[in-house]
């Protein structure tokens, strides 16, 4: 079975910047699209960033223009920089790999890591 470890999370002021990253230990990486979720308490997981396994991207429009997601094959990790944060932007973060995009819409596949959680101070 896949396993994914996010890291990179913690506790930042408004305005700061955070990386977060993922490392699969699923082998093909390079064939896998894979996305970033986030769960704020009370709140349903929500897709945040996506990046096909072509290296196309898409963003949920409430981070566009602050959060980039980008991979790296060869570490089997993606990342997601996230600049200019937002109290609104605290959650716990959770990557998924292998899902596929339909239509542009990213469906997931069924295994997450444990999260990375983000804090954001106003």
């Known amino acids: 079975q896949v396993q994914l470890v996010e890291s990179g999370g913690g506790l930042v002021q408004a305005g700061g910047s955070l990386r977060l990253s993922c490392a699969a230990s699923r082998n093909g990486f390079s064939r896998y699209s894979m996305a970033w979720y986030r769960q704020a308490p009370g709140k349903a997981r929500e897709f945040v960033a996506g990046i096909h396994f072509t290296g196309g991207t898409k963003y949920v429009d409430s981070v566009k223009g602050r959060f980039t997601v980008s991979r790296d094959n060869a570490k089997n990790t993606m990342y997601l920089q996230m600049n200019s944060l937002k109290a609104e932007d605290t959650a716990v973060y959770y990557c998924?790999?292998?899902?596929?995009?339909?239509?542009?819409?990213?469906?997931?596949?069924?295994?997450w890591g444990q999260g990375s959680q983000v804090t954001v101070a106003s």
């Open positions: 998924n790999v292998g899902g596929t995009f339909v239509s542009g819409q990213y469906y997931p596949d069924s295994s």
